[in-house]
C-alpha cells in the first residue's frame, strides 16, 4: 500500500507481488472484474501490485485501463477549483440535514414488484404430494421439532432450506377466531410443507395458523394463559384443557390438507422452492425477493452480509436499518457484482439467488478481503460526501447509483492504489454530473446494458481521481 500499512491478509501464494482474491485465488489485475474459473463457480478476480491490468475487462478496453491506471493517485490535488468543490460536494444536492433519517416505505416497492414479477429464463417442474395431518398430530410434530418452522435468515443446523417465515404477527384476536373456525367445523385453508432428506417437515406456507395452534395446546401466549376471549359467547373463557371433551375431541380431529414438495438441499432444489414461495406470496404483507433469498440462503453467508449491514461508516451512508433489508440486499448486489460483474445477466433476483446459494457456507470467497475493501470503501466515501453521494435527486437511497460507486472505488482500491477523500469527493461529483448515470439509475436499472454503463461510468471516473 502506498502509505505502509499492512494488508489485513497475506499474500495467498506468500509472495510479495501477488495480491489477495475475494475468491480465494491469485492471477494479473483487472480492478475487480473477474474470470470464470469453472463451470457455476465464482470467477476469481484478478490483480497484482503496481502492474497494469493484462486481461481485457469487460467494462473498458485494455488500452484504455492501462491508460487510466496510470495517472497517480494525487491527481486530485492538481487543480483548487476541484478541490474547492471536492470540500463542498454536500451543497450540490437538496436533500434531508446531513444526519436525517427517512423512512423506507414498509410496502414492496415498484423495483421489488417487477423483481418478483419478472420470469424466470428456465423455470423448473417440481414433483409434489398430497397429505392430512390431524391437529393434534401437527403439535405433537411441532413440539418434537419433526416440523420446523425456520427463524428468519439465521443458520439453524437443522435446516437444509431455511424457512420463509415472518416473525409472529397474528394478533390475539386472529387468533382466538381461527379456533373458533376449527370449533365450528369450517373450512381452512391447507398448509405447505418442504420435506428434506432427513424427513423434518419445513413449513413453507402456514407458520401462522401452526404456531397458533402450539400456543392454544400449550395453553400460554405471551406469558398469559390463552383463554378465547374474540369469540362467541358459547367459547369464552375456554382453554385447551378446559374445552368439553366433545369439542376438544372435535378440534384433536380436525385435519389439515399439507402439500408437501421434497427437497434434498441442493441448489437446484432451493431454486425449486423459491420459485414456488414467490408465487405463493401473496396477501398480508408481501416479502420481498430478498426477504425470501435470506429465508432460502440462511447460514454464514448472510450472516456476513449482515455484519457488513453493522459497520458504523455504511450505516452512517445508508441511514437506519431497513426494516425489510434492503440495505443488506444492497450489500449482495454491491459485492455479486464486484466479484461477477462479467457474468451479470438478467433477471438480477436470479444472479443474487445463485451468488447466495454459490457461497451460502462462504466457500470460495476470502470474507477478509471482501470485508477490508467493503470497509475502506465505506470509510472513504462516508468521509469525503456522506450519505448524499448515494442518494439522486431524492432523499431515498438509489441502489443502482450505490452499487456503481462501491464497485468502482473498491476496484480502484484492488490495485492497491490509495486515494484521498477529497480524490473520492471529485470522483463522486463527476459520476453524479455525468450525462449517462440518469438513465443506467432511474429507468430498467435490472438491464445488462444500464449495469454495464454505471460501473463503466464509476470505474472510469475513480481510476482517473
Known sequence: MADGRPLPVGRIDGTADRHRHPTGGTARPTHGIVKPAEPHATPELHHSVGRDPVAPSLLLGQQEWSTLCNHTAGKSQTSGQDCLYASSVNDQQESPPENADVEEPIELIEQEKLDLLEAEPTPKQVTYSGQDFDVE?????????????????????RISSAGFQRAFVWTR???????????????????????????????????????????????????????????GEPLKGLTYETLPEDQRRLLDNTFFQATIVDTDGSR???????????????????????????????????????KLNQGQDWRAIYGKPS????????????LALYASAPTYKRPLKVFLNNFAAQHRTLQHLNTAV???????????????????????????????LTEALFVGLMRRLDFDREITADGVAIAIREIQSDPTLPAAISRSTADEESVKARLETATRRFARA
Do not use: C, W
Request: proline residues 4%.
Open 137 to 157: 398430530g401437527l403439535v405433537r410434530r411441532l413440539n418434537k421439532n419433526d416440523i420446523l418452522v425456520p427463524t428468519f435468515g439465521h443458520d439453524d443446523k
Open 173 to 231: 384476536p386472529q387468533m382466538d377466531r381461527f379456533i373458533e373456525s376449527l370449533l365450528l367445523g369450517y373450512p381452512i385453508p391447507g398448509i405447505f410443507l418442504v420435506r428434506q432428506a432427513d424427513r423434518r417437515y419445513l413449513v413453507l406456507d402456514g407458520q401462522q395458523r401452526l404456531r397458533t395452534l402450539q400456543r392454544f395446546y400449550d395453553g400460554t401466549f405471551e406469558g398469559k394463559q390463552f383463554a378465547l376471549s374474540n369469540v
Open 268 to 306: 437446484e432444489s432451493l431454486e425449486v422452492v423459491y420459485q414456488i414461495f414467490e408465487r405463493l406470496n401473496s396477501g398480508g404483507t408481501q416479502l420481498t425477493p430478498h426477504e425470501i433469498r435470506v429465508a432460502l440462503y440462511a447460514g454464514p453467508f448472510i450472516d456476513f452480509l449482515e
Open 323 to 334: 426494516p425489510r433489508l434492503r440495505d443488506q440486499e444492497l450489500i449482495l448486489r454491491i
Open 370 to 400: 471482501l470485508e477490508d475493501l467493503f470497509k475502506r470503501t465505506s470509510q472513504l466515501i462516508a468521509e469525503a460526501v456522506g450519505r448524499k453521494a448515494v442518494r439522486f435527486q431524492s432523499s431515498q437511497v438509489n441502489a443502482a
